[in-house]
């Protein structure tokens, strides 16, 4: 992780709307039934948010939590203050917490966390820096705006289609308010040992690699070679069935992979960098999601 600067929270402490076409936190991106995705309102949510995240990452899924962690049940780091966070609400699920009795509180069952690079070019650049050298990718792309996504995560009961739409609509929609041309983001295979994962890293090294433009490598102390098998020797539906829904959803949807993985022994993962520039996004998700809004879960 870069530096150990602290900001002041990017949320405000009331519901906002709309100002100069900006989207603001508070402002709802589309509602399904219960379901609605919008940007969280204040630190309370984003403390729900955290405590999503430490259920699905440390409790269910093989994290190791550490200090502060262990101690408050929440995923939190230095990040979180800078970021927005993506929510999806369940608004009949009221959240469990002692509030007012005449407060209603849906309760958060997914979140993204988003990174604009204006908002990590003033401290501690992308979190994603801390496992891929982005420097060079960035600087061959002067002209165009990254948008870092990461800490994805579902509730089990929701890991449905809808919600999975829901967060790619919430997440272009804020790509279109803040005109960002590129995501990016860390994205994890559960493992760390990487000879078990040789079929579908060496699969996305095959078929997904990102070509030279848009490539980035993993740091040399942690770089982990992907290409452990011959293309020709691969079982593509095989690794298509051992990657995890999230990066094979990126693929379909144009991403590339950056060059190398780097295993996580935190969070019990081996990672890859996911580089989706938005024009490259089929168009068949535009079509699926119509106009101004459209594109789920965990890195």
Not at 72 to 99: I, Q
Not at 191 to 217: N, Y
Not at 245 to 265: M, N
Request: aromatic content about 8%; overall charge positive.
């Amino acid at each position: 992780m870069q530096g150990t600067n602290i900001f002041r929270p990017s949320w405000p402490v009331h519901p906002l709307r709309w100002r100069n076409g900006a989207v603001l936190p508070g402002t709802s991106f589309a509602r399904l039934n219960s379901l609605e995705v919008r940007l969280a309102r204040n630190p309370l949510e984003v403390r729900q948010a955290q405590k999503l995240r430490y259920h699905v990452f440390y409790e269910e899924m093989s994290a190791v939590p550490r200090g502060a962690a262990r101690l408050g049940k929440r995923d939190a780091d230095l990040f979180d203050s800078v970021c927005d966070h993506l929510l999806v609400l369940d608004h009949e699920a009221e959240d469990k917490r002692k509030l007012a009795r005449w407060r209603r509180n849906p309760q958060i069952v997914g979140t993204y966390r988003l990174l604009r690079q204006d908002v990590a070019e003033l401290g501690s650049g992308f979190y994603s820096q801390g496992e891929f050298d982005l420097a060079p990718l960035v600087a061959r792309h002067r002209q165009h705006r990254f948008l870092e996504l990461g800490r994805s995560c579902v509730l089990k009961p929701y890991r449905t289609k809808r919600t999975l739409e829901l967060l790619w609509q919430g997440i272009m929609s804020y790509v279109r308010q803040h005109d960002l041309t590129v995501m990016i983001g860390c994205a994890s295979l559960a493992g760390t040992d990487p000879r078990e994962l040789a079929l579908p890293l060496s699969f996305l090294h095959h078929h997904a690699r990102a070509p030279m433009p848009w490539r980035a490598r993993a740091h040399p102390s942690r770089y982990v070679e992907m290409n452990m098998m011959e293309k020709e020797d691969i079982d593509t539906r095989a690794a298509l069935r051992a990657l995890p829904p999230l990066i094979k959803g990126y693929i379909r949807a144009g991403a590339y992979i950056g060059d190398g993985a780097v295993v996580d022994h935190q969070f019990g993962t081996t990672d890859v960098l996911i580089v989706l520039p938005v024009a490259a996004i089929e168009k068949r998700y535009a079509a699926h999601f119509g106009p101004g809004d459209e594109l789920a879960a965990a890195s």
